[in-house]
Structure formats: C-alpha cells, structure tokens
C-alpha cells in the first residue's frame, strides 16, 4: 500500500492530499528514508512523521484497504 493512502487509513493524517504534501516536504521517513506519497509500506515497517517540535513513530501492524474509524488504530502500534 502507498504510504499516503496508509497515513490515511489509518488516521493518523486526517486526509490523503495532507499526507501527500508531508511527504513531498521531506517530513515523513519510511524505515529510516525520506518518503514519496508512492513508497509501499508493508507490516513491519517503521514510520516516522516530523512536527514542528516532535517526531511521531509508529510500526506498521496490518494492512487494510478500508477499515472503521474504532478499529484505525489496529493498524499501527506507537513506538516510543
């Protein structure tokens, strides 16, 4: 699955354009990488998203087309 569209999903980006523009400023890294809206993300793999004054970390658990906005947060698990 696209990174965007994972970001997504899983609401941790409320939409796909939102994680589009993240990624294409360098503020999203997958697997220690900088991040295209295309690059596939697969179970296992490590997210980091960049704020103003934090990183956001998260580990890839599932991966789902569509899923109900109680179960989003089955689909990652927060690292510290």
Known sequence: MRIDKF??????LKRRTVAQEACDSQKVNVN??????????KEG??????YASS????RV??????????EAVSLY???P
């Open 32 to 41: 220690g990488r900088p991040a295209k809206p295309s690059t596939a993300v």
């Open 77 to 79: 698990e927060v690292l």
């Open 7 to 12: 970001l997504k999903v899983s609401r941790i």
């Open 61 to 70: 658990v599932k991966i789902k087309e569509t899923v109900k906005k109680e």
């Open 45 to 50: 793999d490590v997210v980091e998203i960049f």
């Open 55 to 58: 990183t956001f970390r998260v």
